[in-house]
């Protein structure tokens, strides 16, 4: 990882920390975070990788049960699993790593709070949109489709006809995501667990639309009153 991406992460997670941290008469919490995605396949047959993410959300109580939260994640293997040309195998051709960073606004409605096992449950549903940023640490863009030549039915080296896509340093895509679950809080004091699992839809990834399931769990800080 990159010094200039620590600092992009610092600084959104810093900015996660101050928005919830001025807002101290009101119930804020923040969620650091680990999980899993898994993608669907495209109608072009490509499919972007399985990966780790890890990241934080941080925020803040509207009314009783209405939150406003913003998001930040970093996706270990961003990209198209399919090498771009079948014959780069052969050749054994390989692509630089591809990161995401992935951030979000959200809005959540919690279903209230249950007591259970000396702490407090509270379900939740939430849905937002941001964005997704592809970070190429070794190069300014990775080939994802087309480029080169393949080998025909008969043997020979042929030119690629796919239509060649390119995917360069920062680009960004829009995406929305879906979902809930459930905050166990004060477990032991103001530490909790929060689980969530939501899908999320990249509406045009190079004129494709792609959704993927993205489970997280992790530690919940929470504290204020609603």
């Not at 209230?112 to 190069?139: D, K, M, W, Y």
């Amino acid at each position: 990882m990159t010094s200039s991406l620590i600092a992009r992460c610092a600084l959104v997670l810093l900015a996660l920390t101050a928005f919830t941290a001025t807002l101290t008469a009101q119930r804020a919490e923040i969620y650091p975070n680990a999980g899993y995605v898994w993608p669907d396949t495209m109608n072009n047959g490509q499919r972007l990788n399985s990966s780790f993410i890890w990241g934080a959300k941080g925020g803040v109580f509207l009314d009783e049960n209405m939150q406003l939260e913003g998001s930040f994640g970093y996706v270990n293997r961003f990209g198209v699993r399919q090498p771009a040309n079948p014959a780069d195998t052969f050749f054994g051709v390989t692509r630089p790593a591809v990161r995401g960073l992935l951030y979000d606004v959200n809005v959540a409605y919690n279903f209230g709070e249950r007591e259970f096992l000396s702490s407090r449950v509270a379900p939740f549903l939430s849905v937002g949109g941001g964005g997704l940023t592809a970070h190429i640490a070794n190069a300014s863009a990775v080939l994802i489709q087309g480029g080169g030549s393949i080998i025909d039915a008969n043997g020979f080296f042929v030119p690629n006809q796919a239509p060649v896509k390119v995917l360069e340093n920062n680009d960004t895509f829009f995406t929305f995501n879906y979902g809930g679950g459930v905050k166990f809080l004060n477990v032991a004091g103001p530490i909790g667990v929060r689980v969530d699992v939501r899908g999320r839809t990249i509406p045009n990834f190079f004129g494709e639309t792609t959704t993927w399931l993205e489970p997280t769990a992790g530690i919940t800080f929470s504290w204020g009153e609603r």
